[in-house]
Nanobody, 120 residues
Framework: QVQLVESGGGLVQAGGSLRLSCAASGRPFSINAMGWYRQAPGKQRELVAQISQAGSTNYADSVKGRFTISRDNAKNTVYLQMNSLKPEDTAVYYC??????????????WGQGTQVTVSS
């Protein structure tokens, strides 16, 4: 059994920073890509940033230059450093990871979501 446990959301003023963390608990055998998605009220869930097992990254155009995704493979953890936050970044942020348990194929896992609210 694997779970993704997120932390680090909250309320911040525009221009501020937050750091999200997501750790894979349980006994994952291998973790491929990890990433962060977000969903604002009335909008579809969208990719924010993704990082491969080797460390290659890609970002949504709206966050390039402001957000940084990183991972610690030894801790099975992915981070999202968010700087220069804007009110339009307000959303529930979800962690996502492609995880294989021992002897089983990769499956897609999601965290429970953490609220990020940016006030103007």
């Amino acid at each position: 059994q694997v779970q993704l446990v997120e932390s680090g959301g909250g309320l911040v003023q525009a221009g501020g920073s937050l750091r999200l963390s997501c750790a894979a608990s349980g006994r994952p055998f291998s973790i491929n890509a990890m990433g962060w998605y977000r969903q604002a009220p009335g909008k579809q869930r969208e990719l924010v940033a993704q990082i491969s097992q080797a460390g290659s990254t890609n970002y949504a155009d709206s966050v390039k230059g402001r957000f940084t995704i990183s991972r610690d493979n030894a801790k099975n953890t992915v981070y999202l450093q968010m700087n220069s936050l804007k009110p339009e970044d307000t959303a529930v942020y979800y962690c996502n990871a492609d995880i294989a348990l021992y002897g089983l194929p990769y499956n897609d896992y999601w965290g429970q979501g953490t609220q990020v609210t940016v006030s103007s």
